[in-house]
């Protein structure tokens, strides 16, 4: 067994743990609201979530192809870059877990690539793709509104359609749809976040087989492997996080957990049919905060989303300097 393909194996370990802490991190994405409203028990929460995302994972592989392709040249590409890139969005997702925010694990992971590959390229900033460079800074600006205002609108048809119902009929039609709601929300995640973990573990391979210039094709066992971490980190549950998506931010009714779910889980859906590797983290949070501005904006608790905006803003300039720091701690070990 040759040293590279030790390396291989080691990436493949360290990806898939990083897909389960991704499951677990971002459970709140799916279940916050529905957990949040009391339709569903925190148990039958996840376990739904998990088997959602599960399916979604076996979508479609457009936002892999642009994360594992068009973001940093694989012909610059190294097993120890691509694990410097794992460990600097875990090390993130694990602080901003601790903390309770809801960061993202998508652009965790995006900024440790670019980080790592820097460093282990001399920081060369040719070595970076505009292409999906751009499909970044796209869904990282535009997702956030699109959930934003998609929630309010939907919050806004909603209102006008059941202007003559009482609580009663409202609540109890609504934790019926939120159920679908829910489901959707879980698929759409899973659909876009499993294919992160897909990207790298199928640009390890490409560079062990050393053919940077293949068709970037992910294999089907990678597909099942990342479908089956996620869907289990979603199942162990991230707690703190589903209490501060769910609680903190705006007191949601079923409806408005409908109308955020379902305006989130569709742009999430459209972002990764187009291959925009989004966080749907950003989404979901936005589209909360549109249900609460809806109602009024001091509905919303603007501190507690203005730490949470902090941490999108963050996230992918600490994470690039997380996989700087890997990459050189591990250029000296290696």
Not at 120 to 147: M, Y
Request: with cysteine; aromatic share 10%; proline share 3%.
């Amino acid at each position: 067994m040759d040293g590279g393909f030790i390396l291989l194996l080691v990436v493949i370990i360290i990806a898939t743990i990083f897909d389960f802490i991704n499951g677990f991190h971002d459970s709140a994405n799916a279940i916050a609201t529905v957990v949040a409203t009391r339709v569903l028990s925190p148990f039958v929460a996840v376990s739904m979530a998990a088997v959602f995302n599960f399916i979604g994972a076996f979508t479609g592989t457009s936002v892999a192809k642009t994360v594992g392709q068009d973001i940093v040249d694989p012909s610059n590409s190294s097993q120890l870059i691509v694990i410097g890139a794992l460990l600097g969005a875990i090390t993130w997702n694990l602080i901003t877990w601790y903390w309770g925010l809801p960061s993202s694990s998508s652009h965790a992971l995006i900024g440790g690539l670019i980080g790592a590959s820097l460093a282990g390229n001399g920081f060369n900033l040719a070595i970076l793709k505009g292409e999906g460079i751009g499909k970044v800074v796209a869904g990282l600006i535009f997702s956030p509104i699109a959930g934003f205002i998609g929630a309010y609108l939907i919050m806004t048809l909603l209102n006008w359609l059941l202007v003559r119902s009482t609580p009663h009929f409202v609540n109890k039609w609504f934790k019926r749809l939120q159920l679908l709601s829910s489901a959707f929300m879980a698929f759409s995640h899973g659909g876009n976040d499993a294919q992160k973990t897909m990207a790298i573990i199928t640009l390890a391979i490409i560079t062990y087989e050393k053919h940077p210039t293949a068709v970037f094709q992910v294999p089907v066992w990678v597909i099942v492997l990342a479908a089956v971490a996620m869907g289990s980190g979603t199942l162990a549950g991230g707690w703190r996080i589903i209490k501060t998506m769910g609680a903190r931010i705006v007191k949601l009714q079923p409806v408005h957990g409908f109308a955020a779910e379902t305006s989130a889980a569709t742009v999430i859906e459209v972002a990764s049919r187009l291959g925009f590797p989004l966080s749907t983290t950003h989404v979901i949070g936005s589209a909360i905060m549109g249900v609460g501005a809806n109602r009024r904006l001091t509905a919303v608790n603007w501190n507690t989303a203005g730490n949470i905006v902090k941490a999108w803003i963050i996230t992918i300039p600490a994470c690039i300097f997380f996989g700087i720091i890997f990459e050189l701690i591990i250029d000296v070990v290696f």
